[in-house]
Structures are given as C-alpha cells and as structure tokens.
C-alpha cells in the first residue's frame, strides 16, 4: 500500500539533500581589483549549482576572517561583482557565499579568500578663494 504523504515528506526532503549537494558546488573563480577612488571591485563566477537565491558577499580585516557581511540582501544570481566603497589604504580579505532558494535557505561555504589593498581617497581642492565680482 502506498502513502502519499509519506511520499510526498520523502521527496521534500530529497529536494532539500540535493539543494545541500550542489551548493557545495560554490563560488569558482574570485578575484578584487582596485578602483580608483571609488572603493574595490570584488567580482566572482557565479556558482554553477541549480536553485541558488542569490549570493552574499563577506570582508575582513585579516586574513581568514572573522568576516562581516556586506549586502543586507542577497546579491541576484545574474550579479557577478560588488563594488566596496572603501578607501583608507587598508588591506582587505573577501570571500562569497552561494545561498539556496527557500523554503530552506541554505548557504554555501566560502569561497577562496581574495584580497587587495583599498585605494586612498584623493585629496580635496587647495588654494580654494572667493572673490567679490
């Protein structure tokens, strides 16, 4: 005799294993480059894995982490680079996440560690006068 719902459970649950498999699959090709002025570049390959939400993006100050995330929401799968807006001269680490599509929001590990030295903002404008016309 054949259950339905039984089945039914036992396929969502395959779903949800085979989501979990092919995340594993993550982020391939990572690189951050600078950007005058403007902060640093980080752009990826998207993942190569089925049912992916989107993606997030994580920096940190030393090498391994701890990272902070930096995209209140995942980034849409079609998006392949981040543009940080910091420029302080600082080294920075990065790596991305993959995250699965709901119902159970699963998140990739992270990517290979990418990093690079954030430009310094230019100078402001000197010699700056005002004259009664």
């Given amino acids: 005799m054949i ?7 036992w396929l969502k649950r395959l779903r949800c294993w085979t989501s979990i498999l092919l995340l594993l699959v993550a982020i391939s090709s990572f690189t951050v ?16 894995s089925t049912g992916v939400a989107g993606e997030s ?3 940190a100050t030393v090498s391994g982490g701890p990272y902070t995330k930096l995209n209140a929401a995942l980034l849409p799968v079609a998006t ?24 159970i929001a699963i998140e990739s590990p992270l990517s290979v560690e ?8 230019p100078l402001p404008p000197t010699g700056v006068g005002v004259t009664p016309q």
């Fill in 33 to 48: 480059s600078a950007q005058t002025s403007h902060g640093l570049l980080v752009s990826w390959t998207a993942s190569v």
């Fill in 57 to 59: 993006v994580y920096r």
């Fill in 3 to 9: 259950h339905l719902p039984k089945q039914q459970k």
């Fill in 114 to 121: 990418a990093t690079n030295t954030a430009p310094l903002a």
């Fill in 80 to 103: 392949t680079s981040f543009l940080d807006p910091v420029t302080d001269g600082k080294k920075y680490f990065y790596v991305v996440t993959a995250t699965s599509l709901p119902p």
